[in-house]
């Protein structure tokens, strides 16, 4: 199995911080509901809708590769949804219809 390296992503999130970042509030911090606790409080993206080592593979299923493909597969495929979706958002802000293929012009810059 291979052995992880201190750079390594830990806290596997399961949603995407990018689209956490998208309801931060003046403080960055989004609102959160405990529903096992009953409470609300405000917290950081970071520490809400992930676990550790959430998407690591067991040496079962990693054989000798790596145990975090899975992770690293979905931080390449979550990079360019985030850039897709600022385009989206972009777009929909000038008031053009969101398309699957943009025809609306970008503005260089």
């Not at 690591?56 to 990079?79: F, N, W, Y």
């Not at 958002?89 to 000038?94: M, S």
């Not at 699957?100 to 503005?107: D, G, L, Q, T």
């Amino acid at each position: 199995m291979t052995p992880l390296s201190r750079s390594d992503p830990k806290l596997h999130h399961y949603v995407p911080r990018f689209y956490l970042n998208g309801s931060l509030n003046e403080e960055q911090h989004l609102w959160v509901y405990n529903k096992a606790h009953d409470k609300i409080f405000q917290t950081a993206p970071k520490n809400i809708a992930a676990e550790t080592q959430f998407y690591r593979l067991p040496p079962s299923i990693a054989g000798h590769g790596d145990p975090l493909r899975l992770e690293k597969a979905l931080a390449g495929l979550e990079a360019r949804a985030s850039l897709r979706m600022k385009r989206l958002i972009t777009e929909v802000r000038r008031g053009c219809r969101p398309m699957i293929r943009s025809r609306c012009p970008m503005k260089s810059g």
